[in-house]
């Protein structure tokens, strides 16, 4: 039991690494929270700084939700890939989700960045490809296909959320009939909820008809301060 304890505070602590912030902070002397949305995340860091920096706090971040839940090969839980009912506890999916999930908060409320963090996407996204690649997959398609259209980063994230819990409840469960344990889909609509609540400025704005479109730019949009003798 306290392995599990400190594996899911380990997991918080990774996601509390916050990528944009540091990045920012390290290479262009530029504290992101104080520009654009004001949010330590990948979208914002590529409006304010371009997207040479945004690649790799998208990818770090993405990265630290996919890590957080292989901590769980530092336990002695196996997997059950096909559970005899879809209803039945799968503890190693459970455990899973447990770590996922607290890396999500850690990136979300950094406790190495006064709790202001980012709005989880990318993390998120890493998780569900540790823990589901093939929803992951999908999910990331309609991620891809919704931006093309819109250019809106910030409804294309609550598109793509909300199809996750469709894709795994309707698609898997009930038409493939892969018996996904009951854990899984819960987490599939926690995790739905945890982005749209995320984004209900940019819900807001999106309705104000004020939410920014996305601009790939090679340049920062603000003028970076002198680094001189730092």
């Known amino acids: 039991m306290l392995l599990y304890i400190a594996l899911i505070i380990a997991a918080y602590l990774l996601g509390s690494v916050s990528n944009a912030l540091w990045i920012g902070k390290l290479f262009y002397n530029v504290d992101v929270r104080e520009h654009g949305s004001k949010n330590a995340g990948a979208t914002n860091i590529l409006r304010v700084l371009g997207w040479k920096a945004a690649a790799p706090v998208f990818i770090l ?3 630290k939700g996919v890590a957080a839940v292989c901590l769980i090969l530092l336990t002695s839980l196996e997997k059950n890939p096909v559970p005899p009912d879809r209803f039945m506890s799968n503890t190693f999916v459970s455990f899973q989700i447990a ?3 607290a890396a999500v908060l850690g990136h979300i409320f950094p406790v190495f960045a006064s709790f202001k963090g980012g709005k989880g996407v990318a993390t998120i996204a890493g998780v569900i490809l540790a823990i589901f690649p093939a929803a992951m997959l999908i999910v990331l398609g309609i991620f891809a296909i ?6 809106y ?5 609550i598109i793509a959320a909300i199809s996750f819990p469709l894709i795994v409840i309707v698609v898997f469960d009930v038409l493939i009939d892969t ?4 854990t899984l889909e819960i987490f599939s609509v926690l ?3 945890m982005i749209v609540i995320t984004h209900r400025n940019n819900i807001k704005r999106l309705r104000n008809g004020t939410e920014q479109k996305i601009v790939i730019r090679k340049n920062p949009s603000i003028e970076l301060p002198d ?4």
């Open 146 to 151: 919704s931006l093309l259209i819109t250019r």
């Open 153 to 157: 980063v910030s409804l294309s994230s």
């Open 227 to 230: 680094r001189k003798g730092c």
């Open 191 to 193: 995790a739905m909820a």
């Open 99 to 101: 770590l996922g999930i």
């Open 179 to 182: 018996y996904e344990p009951l």
């Open 61 to 63: 971040d993405f990265a």
